[in-house]
């Protein structure tokens, strides 16, 4: 059997690790950055709708509201887990660069 031409072979590239590190490292302050937007909109909420000291206040939230309040933190919780996580990730593969 006859080797493969040089010419005829594309070449092999390889990725380097402090690149992916780099890019990976960007997307996690996005999604953290996403997850204090989240944030915001729950002290909207709160603003909007304030909540006494007692424990009681001048207005009920609606189940949409609650609903849509548990919503965002949910957002909130899933983008700075998701952003830790992807930011060991880049520091795993800046360490290894």
Partial sequence: MTEPLPYATAPQQQTRPAVVGFILGVL??????LGGCFLIGILLLHANN?????????????P???????????????CFGGGAF???????KLLAA
Avoid: E, H, N, Q
């Fill in 64 to 78: 949409g509201v609650l609903l849509f309040a548990a919503v965002l933190y949910a957002c909130a919780a899933a």
């Fill in 86 to 92: 992807v930011m060991a990730m880049a520091v795993r």
């Fill in 50 to 62: 304030p909540i006494s000291i007692g424990g009681k206040s001048d207005v009920l939230w609606t």
């Fill in 28 to 33: 996690a302050l996005g999604l953290i950055f």
